[in-house]
Nanobody, 116 residues
Framework: QLLLVESGGGLVQPGGSLRLSCAVS????????IGWFRQAPGKEREEVSCTSTNDDTVYYAPGVEGRFTISRDNAKNLFFLSMNGLKPEDTAVYYC?????????WGQGTQVTVSS
């Protein structure tokens, strides 16, 4: 059973930056496709970014492309979402996700609030 734990959320002013981390245990991250999703109040969960095991395929949602960057450190079983130029509409609970062999695992979520 893979365990994912997010960290790095918080309150930031518009235009600011945050780096979310997802610590993975119970398996080797190198085998997993990874992703970040978010859910704002009253809205459905949406995919923000994802990448395959060898990072040859990377997706960014249209509203975050150019501002967010997904990355991974397989040696440390960590992956990240670097967020720059944050906007109030980026406010949401952010979830990390890992998938392999038909199984998907989720973190518990971390709150990101963008407000002045």
């Amino acid at each position: 059973q893979l365990l994912l734990v997010e960290s790095g959320g918080g309150l930031v002013q518009p235009g600011g930056s945050l780096r979310l981390s997802c610590a993975v245990s119970g398996g080797d991250l190198a085998y997993y496709d990874i992703g970040w999703f978010r859910q704002a109040p009253g809205k459905e969960r949406e995919e923000v970014s994802c990448t395959s095991t060898n990072d040859d395929t990377v997706y960014y949602a249209p509203g975050v492309e150019g501002r967010f960057t997904i990355s991974r450190d397989n040696a440390k079983n960590l992956f990240f979402l670097s967020m720059n130029g944050l906007k109030p509409e980026d406010t949401a609970v952010y979830y990390c996700n890992a998938a392999w062999a038909g199984r998907t695992f989720w973190g518990q979520g971390t709150q990101v609030t963008v407000s002045s």
